[in-house]
């Protein structure tokens, strides 16, 4: 497969995440590769939700492998991770479902002990809208989101699944005063960590009137959680659920999903290498696989290739 168009590079921003409980309960989440640059080094970042993450007593990612600059469908690599919540950071604000996990010392470690090259294309800090960008948005606009719902993917080619909707409010407002919005969507179990982008391709509606011709791409945020409506008949904002089970026949999900914003992504990521000693405003940093090595060092993982099949 050819990944040129930015449709198709959306597909490569994913990894597939498997968890399990400490009660034994298998669950599965979505990650995504997000670059943070400070000063000449590029720092890149699994991106997920808190609750996806933590509280797991172990974890596994799984990647694609690459050969010759491309990826190869359905030859994927999957990192298990015992010491699951040795590598992961979230937000400093106990309400905003961010977390994230350094990738360099992993991918280091993979293609040290392993032999193996990563394929994947990144989000980046680049990507999220100016304010003059976000106040260039209408009130309702398409969004795609991309990952694993239900656990559901390309479990023969390793790819996640794209779904779209509609922004429920406007991206430029806070909702609830948080740095949140809503979307009109269906939002499953594994959705959780899902990148939210916009994306128009030729031409698009301008807010003051009229199409503009030409693409638009942004980063805005991440799903997080859902609205049920439980037997009450009250509506509740919940975490999305990672674990595959039957939903309670006393609650309805009713396709309102939260997403937030694309800035706290960059906040999580300052806020670790803040406290890894990283001066944010210097010149020159330090290189990307060093920062976080010792946790992935004190990291007891386990690895086999995936070929093309549910791990």
Same mark, same amino acid.
């Given at each position: 497969?050819?990944?040129?168009? +930015? @449709?198709? *590079?959306?597909?490569?921003?994913? %990894?597939?995440?498997?968890? &399990?409980?400490?009660?034994?309960?298998? !669950? $599965?989440?979505?990650?995504?590769?997000?670059?943070?640059? +400070? @000063?000449? *080094?590029?720092?890149?970042?699994? %991106?997920?939700?808190?609750? &996806?993450?933590?509280?797991?007593?172990? !974890? $596994?990612?799984?990647?694609?492998?690459?050969?010759?600059?491309?990826?190869?469908?359905?030859?994927?690599?999957?990192?298990?991770?015992?010491?699951?919540?040795?590598?992961?950071?979230?937000?400093?604000?106990?309400?905003?479902?961010?977390?994230?996990?350094?990738?360099?010392?992993?991918?280091?470690?993979?293609?040290?002990?392993?032999?193996?090259?990563?394929?994947?294309?990144?989000?980046?800090?680049?990507?999220?809208?100016?304010?003059?960008?976000?106040?260039?948005?209408?009130?309702?606009?398409?969004?795609?989101?991309?990952?694993?719902?239900?656990?559901?993917?390309?479990?023969?080619?390793?790819?996640?699944?794209?779904?779209?909707?509609?922004?429920?409010?406007?991206?430029?407002?806070?909702?609830?005063?948080?740095?949140?919005?809503?979307?009109?969507?269906?939002?499953?179990?594994?959705?959780?960590?899902?990148?939210?982008?916009?994306?128009?391709?030729?031409?698009?509606?301008?807010?003051?009137?009229?199409?503009?011709?030409?693409?638009?791409?942004?980063?805005?945020?991440?799903?997080?959680?859902?609205?049920?409506?439980?037997?009450?008949?009250?509506?509740?904002?919940?975490?999305?659920?990672?674990?595959?089970?039957?939903?309670?026949?006393?609650?309805?999900?009713?396709?309102?999903?939260?997403?937030?914003?694309?800035?706290?992504?960059?906040?999580?990521?300052?806020?670790?290498?803040?406290?890894?000693?990283?001066?944010?405003?210097?010149?020159?940093?330090?290189?990307?696989?060093?920062?976080?090595?010792?946790?992935?060092?004190?990291?007891?993982?386990?690895?086999?290739?995936?070929?093309?099949?549910?791990?």
């Amino acid at each position: 497969m050819q990944v040129k168009t +930015v @449709a198709e *590079q959306l597909f490569f921003t994913t %990894v597939r995440i498997d968890t &399990v409980a400490p009660n034994g309960l298998a !669950g $599965a989440g979505t990650g995504f590769i997000f670059t943070h640059k +400070v @000063a000449n *080094q590029n720092y890149p970042f699994v %991106v997920t939700n808190k609750h &996806v993450v933590m509280g797991m007593r172990e !974890g $596994a990612l799984s990647f694609l492998q690459r050969k010759d600059g491309l990826p190869t469908l359905g030859n994927g690599f999957r990192l298990t991770i015992h010491d699951w919540p040795q590598p992961w950071f979230g937000h400093p604000s106990p309400d905003i479902d961010i977390a994230v996990c350094p990738l360099a010392p992993l991918e280091a470690h993979i293609r040290q002990k392993n032999g193996i090259e990563l394929f994947y294309r990144s989000v980046s800090t680049e990507m999220i809208p100016s304010e003059k960008q976000v106040q260039e948005l209408d009130a309702v606009e398409s969004v795609t989101f991309v990952g694993y719902p239900n656990g559901i993917w390309d479990s023969k080619n390793l790819l996640p699944v794209a779904r779209r909707g509609t922004t429920a409010t406007p991206i430029e407002v806070d909702f609830e005063n948080t740095p949140r919005f809503l979307i009109d969507a269906s939002v499953f179990g594994g959705s959780s960590g899902s990148p939210v982008f916009i994306l128009d391709h030729g031409t698009y509606a301008a807010k003051s009137g009229g199409v503009v011709i030409g693409s638009r791409f942004h980063f805005v945020g991440v799903i997080a959680a859902v609205f049920f409506r439980t037997n009450l008949n009250e509506i509740v904002a919940v975490p999305i659920p990672t674990h595959v089970q039957p939903m309670a026949r006393q609650q309805e999900m009713i396709d309102l999903g939260i997403v937030f914003k694309a800035r706290t992504v960059v906040e999580t990521i300052e806020a670790f290498l803040k406290a890894r000693g990283v001066d944010l405003s210097a010149k020159a940093a330090p290189d990307p696989a060093e920062v976080g090595a010792d946790e992935a060092d004190a990291t007891r993982t386990a690895a086999h290739d995936l070929t093309g099949s549910r791990p």
